[in-house]
């Protein structure tokens, strides 16, 4: 696993030791990028279940101004942490050993704004229609935001999750990315 373009462009990301996470592959991360990006400028992006923080690392090396990374589970929780103060990002980030629902509720409470949601949890603890429904009761999506999801091939979400439109939907073997587009009604 690599960070595949921007600022750093090449460097490897350390795995989470064991088998609790499913990496991203950096065939996926790239397909990804080059369909919401492929370059930011002064995002914030939020990257729910974190695992080793490859998506909010590959924001950040494109350009997005800040992350905040999720997860609840102790080695990736180290695992974030490392791969950001490897890649020097630890100014532009925010870890927390949360769990998503309670993460959520505190971000909201801040008042915090996301343009870019990465949204990969563990295959069978999925609850995406939930959590983007969610993401938009709490008022946490900027205009015009990108919700990315990672899952089974398997699922198949539905075109609308009330004001987010899927964008794209592309499987690669037994994974599914599909992408919605947060688009304020009034706002084209």
């Known amino acids: ?3 595949i373009s921007g600022e750093h462009r090449g460097r490897p990301l350390a795995a989470v030791p064991g088998t609790s996470t499913r990496p991203t592959t950096d065939k ?14 002064g995002e914030w992006a939020l990257d729910l279940y974190a ?12 350009g997005a101004a800040k992350a905040i990374f999720v997860d609840s589970d102790s080695k990736a929780f180290n695992t974030v942490k490392q791969n950001l103060q490897t890649m020097r990002l630890d100014e532009q980030a925010e870890v927390y050993k949360i769990d998503s ?5 505190v971000l909201a409470a801040r008042g915090v704004l996301f343009d870019l949601i990465f949204l990969d949890p563990p295959y069978a603890k999925q609850k995406l229609e939930q ?9 946490m999506l900027a205009s015009d935001a990108w ?17 987010c439109e899927q964008y794209r939907c592309s499987t690669y073997g037994d994974t599914r990315i599909t992408i919605y587009r947060y688009t304020v009604e009034g706002d084209s």
Do not use: C
């Open 101 to 105: 629902a309670r993460a959520l509720k």
């Open 28 to 41: 996926v991360k790239e397909s990804i990028f080059n369909m919401i990006g492929p370059y930011f400028d």
């Open 147 to 163: 919700i990315v999801t990672e899952h089974d091939s398997k699922l198949t979400l539905p075109e609308q999750i009330g004001l």
């Open 51 to 62: 695992g080793t923080g490859g998506l909010g690392i590959e924001a950040l090396s494109r």
């Open 1 to 3: 696993m690599r960070v």
């Open 131 to 139: 959590e983007i429904e969610q993401l938009q009761t709490l008022h």
